[in-house]
């Protein structure tokens, strides 16, 4: 069975969004017949002209009253190849800060598009926040197709007016695939009325996607999440980290460097409950034992010697702004990055993105809800890192209200 | 399972991920605490968190609410799996509560002690000064569920408001709370219903008994089967049936159901839950029955 595969998909009712996932949990025999007797019952009872599939997860009381969607909803489905889980988010106003928290774990973004309208300004927003969270994968449906009857012009202008758009993006892998989610055509399988489309269907094109070289195997990170000493008889002299490997691929005997200390050693096993492995790779999480009794600490991040992380204080992030209180400089925030915890000052409001012109606003001196913008912060103390273009795990932070406890956004180091 | 390629399968997956939010609560709480019932999804849990903290032993207490109602098989099982990890058992207990007058019973036909679980539960949290509480609670339950948080941010009152949850992004938690207040968490978050089952074989975990097919005096109440015991009682009218039956989730006895089932072993129950249309919750649980909103009523109160 193939990898997990987690999915971000966002948009409002009318692009089909609803339709298109309610079609993939219906076909896959993920939507179970109480869940769609109960959606029924509601969609009849309020009135609605049809099955509104968005009742599945809009469970809140809020959101059944106003008929929207507060959050994200989780849906988890499966096929007999693999197991998906889809983060689906809202496509109204609090839509970035929603759009962020789904993309960041996504492996694959799905948008969607109306074959009678092409790209829209919800295309290119989606598109450049899957951009920004680095999602490797970005599938474009061109949905509503039997409106257009099948035309196949329709298709190649769209799929051209997005390659360009997304040529300015960094987006690695796009996949762009006729379907109508109405009528289930190149949803589950491959549909006879696009004979000039020689690509896969959605499903088996989510199916077959190969995800496991996406992460950092190359560059050796490990972050001390907790260190494992028994302090029992039997086990008096054991001392192990425990973390969940954030790159690279770990080995017993490689040499190693326990950062900021810069202190040197070499692994000497690694562990699970499991019994020993003979390798480590993301995102397993295991114990790594040394060869030497370092004085080593929650923070703290083994590298090898030859390919360490930046450390340092002065940092530069683009981030996404998730409260209503603006982000000013000299704000001190909190820091959460990897398993260590600092404070920080914002040293720099450098500009502001226009998500739908992609423009720099450089006259801003502060961040507003749902802006996107760069900033500089001052930690406390060094912080190893990397840019997240090169790492999602090494790369990117919490802003913490220091008072309140609260999340106020998400950074991606640049 | 062998690993190639670098690839994981998605059950190390979701164990990696739950091993790791583990280690983050016991590193960053000071008084963490697993909520430990006895049923599939708690003894999974217990499983992924042994792992977490193996070759040590768990760093933190269990907690279960005894309602009193509970299955005989499940008490039996929750002391025996304490001993065996060696950790310490709290056990918050309703009918304790009942006795010395803090709770009134609701005592009318049909009412059950699900509601009473709350109060002792938060209790139990502050005379004990849990900072933390591990839940088994699944994304895939319940649509309430799904749209928690793995970090359940709960007040002095033990409420949760869902329309003002922390963004959760990357593998980034924010535990930051103020004394008086607590989270919820939830490791298993992203797990289904069927994944559970194929940890269970995968780890061959023993599971109570109730969750294989047996033969029980049953009658039918509401459109869910109830079993004959001294607490479930037919009415006039609801004919006694002994069926071939097991449970699929595991509460109060009052308020669970079972379904028709032959199903008598781990893989027999997998083959029925991966060709099953009905949702575990919608096909035993008279609690979240009551209304389209029965659980985030309950979990605004402070319910898991």
Redesign the interface.
């Known amino acids: 069975m193939a990898e997990l595969l987690r999915v971000a998909t966002a948009g409002s009712v009318d692009d089909g969004k609803s339709t298109l996932i309610g079609r993939l949990l219906y076909d896959t025999k993920s939507l179970f017949t109480d869940q769609l007797a109960a959606v029924e019952r509601t969609s009849r009872e309020r009135g609605d002209g049809y099955v509104d599939l968005a009742l599945l997860t809009d469970g809140l009381r809020a959101e059944r009253e106003q008929g929207i969607t507060i959050d994200v909803a989780y849906r988890y489905f499966a096929t007999p190849r693999r197991t998906f889980i889809l983060a689906d988010t809202p496509g109204h106003v609090q839509y970035t800060r929603n759009m962020v928290t789904g993309a960041s774990t996504a492996d694959l973004a799905l948008l969607l598009v109306d074959a009678r309208k092409g790209i829209v300004e919800q295309t290119r927003r989606h598109a450049f926040l899957a951009s920004l969270l680095r999602v490797p994968h970005l599938v474009l449906c061109v949905n509503k197709m039997d409106l257009v009857d099948f035309d196949r012009e329709v298709f190649e202008k769209i799929k051209e007016d997005f390659r360009r758009f997304a040529a300015k993006l960094e987006i690695v892998d796009v996949a762009t695939i006729p379907v109508s989610a109405l009528t289930g055509d190149n949803v589950v399988s491959r549909s006879p009325s696009t004979p000039w489309y020689d690509g896969s269907s959605l499903l088996h094109h989510l199916e077959e996607l190969h995800i496991a070289s996406d992460r950092n195997l190359i560059d050796v990170r490990f972050p001390v999440q907790w260190v494992v000493r028994p302090r029992s008889e039997e086990l008096h002299d054991y001392r192990g980290y425990a973390g969940q490997v954030a790159g690279g691929v770990i080995k017993p005997g490689d040499d190693v460097i326990v950062l900021p200390s810069g202190l040197t050693s070499r692994v000497a096993g690694i562990d699970t409950y499991d019994g020993p492995v003979d390798e480590a790779f993301p995102p397993m999480s295991v114990i790594v034992r040394l060869e030497d009794d370092l004085d080593v600490s929650r923070g703290d991040m083994i590298a090898r010697p030859n390919n360490q992380p930046t450390v340092g204080q002065d940092l530069h992030l683009m981030v996404s702004w998730m409260v209503d209180a603006p982000l000013r400089r000299r704000a001190r925030v909190g820091i959460k990055h990897t398993t260590r915890s600092v404070r920080a000052m914002v040293t720099d409001v450098s500009y502001r993105v226009d998500i739908d012109t992609l423009h720099r606003d450089e006259t801003v001196d502060s961040l507003g809800l749902n802006d996107i913008g760069r900033i500089a912060l001052r930690t406390t103390s060094p912080l190893c890192y990397d840019p997240y273009r090169r790492n999602r795990n090494t790369g990117s932070v919490l802003l913490i209200d220091e008072v309140s406890g609260t999340t106020l956004g998400a950074g991606m180091i640049l | 399972m062998p690993v190639t390629?670098?690839?994981?399968?998605?059950l190390?997956?979701?164990?990696?991920?739950a091993?790791?939010i583990f280690?983050?609560v016991?590193?960053e709480f000071e008084r963490p605490a697993l909520l430990f019932s006895g049923g599939k999804d708690s003894i999974v849990m217990l499983r992924v968190a042994?792992?977490?903290?193996?070759?040590?032993?768990l760093p933190f207490p269990l907690l279960h609410i005894d309602t009193g109602h509970n299955f005989d098989e499940v008490l039996a099982f929750r002391d025996r799996r304490a001993t065996e990890l060696g950790a310490r058992l709290v056990v918050g207990s309703v009918q304790a509560a009942i006795d010395g007058g803090e709770l009134t019973e609701d005592t009318r036909p049909g009412a059950s002690r699900n509601q009473l679980q709350t109060p002792v539960l938060l209790d139990s949290i502050t005379d004990n000064r849990f900072d933390a509480v591990f839940g088994g609670a699944r994304?895939?339950e319940?649509?309430?569920r799904?749209?928690e948080r793995v970090y359940s941010f709960r007040d002095e009152f033990g409420q949760w408001d869902?329309?003002n949850?922390?963004?959760?992004?990357?593998?980034?938690y924010?535990g930051?709370?103020?004394p008086g207040e607590h989270i919820r968490v939830f490791p298993l978050?992203?797990w289904?219903e069927?994944?559970i089952w194929r940890y269970i074989a995968q780890e061959r975990l023993e599971i109570p008994s109730i969750y294989y097919a047996h033969s029980r005096e049953t009658f039918e109440r509401d459109g869910m089967l109830l079993a004959v015991t001294p607490l479930t009682q037919p009415r006039v009218g609801e004919a006694v049936v002994p069926r071939q039956v097991r449970y699929r989730t595991v509460g109060d006895i009052t308020c669970t159901g079972a379904v028709e089932s032959t199903a008598a072993t781990v893989d027999e129950v997998i083959a029925e839950v991966a060709a099953?249309?009905?949702?575990e919750r919608?096909?035993t649980r008279a609690d979240d029955r009551v209304s389209?909103?029965a659980?985030?009523d309950r979990k605004r109160e402070g319910y898991f």
């Open positions: 390629g670098y690839e994981l399968t998605h190390q997956m979701l164990e990696a991920e091993i790791h280690r983050e016991a590193a042994e792992k977490a903290f193996w070759p040590a032993k994304r895939d319940e649509k309430a799904a749209k869902p329309k949850q922390r963004p959760e992004l990357w593998s980034l924010n930051r709370h103020r978050s992203n289904t069927l994944d099953t249309r009905i949702t919608g096909a389209e909103a659980m985030e």
